[in-house]
């Protein structure tokens, strides 16, 4: 979307190491921020999501972190392991509802 | 509940032929939405739904119509298929009805061929 940047489009990291996701909004409406993954010909399913009212939720090896000064928000996963390989898409909302997702970023976790 | 029930999992038209992509939920959620994923790219918003009787355009509405005569149903149709209309096609409903506090729910997607 237009509205929406992901950096990085691909990641490729050493199982055990961790990942991080960065997604940059334009809206400054926005106060729900999830972050969905789409494992190879499925479809993409919620991992974690946060308000505007936190600066940072964990669940697990999973976490995500808010600037909202900054208008980014980003995915922090840890001890990465192979079913972690999958594209992670970010969608803050715009004040219409019409979601836009960035572009995502395609993460593979090596042996 | 069954969820989000995107029928059929796969199609294949020629050029020229309409149909319709269904979508039905049984969680009561307000808002609905359809998105295409080409290959190696995101999703892009084709048409959403605030609510029963309300549609609205997305990023890439060009070639499809929806309506949205029941909270539980959102089709989509492509009116004349063409072959740039390749794609997975992925239907979601949220419970908030502009999607801007609660996540998406997605059917398990339709591959549609069109030749």
Known sequence: ?111 | NAGVTQTPKFQVLKTGQSMTLQCAQDMNHEYMSWYRQDPGMGLRLIHYSVGAGITDQGEVPNGYNVSRSTTEDFPLRLLSAAPSQTSVYFCASSYSSTATNSPLHFGNGTRLTVT
């Open chain 1, 1 to 111: 979307g237009e509205n929406v940047e992901q950096h990085p489009s691909t990641l490729s990291v050493q199982e055990g190491d961790s990942a991080v996701i960065k997604c940059t909004y334009s809206d400054s409406a926005s106060n729900y921020f999830p972050w969905y993954k789409q494992e190879l010909g499925k479809r993409p399913q919620l991992i974690i999501d946060i308000r505007s009212n936190v600066g940072e939720k964990k669940d697990q090896r999973i976490a995500v972190t808010l600037n909202k000064t900054a208008k980014h928000f980003s995915l922090h996963i840890t001890e990465t392991q192979p079913e972690d390989s999958a594209v992670y898409f970010c969608t803050p909302p715009d004040s219409w509802g019409k979601l836009q997702f960035g572009a995502g970023t395609q993460v593979v976790v090596t042996p």
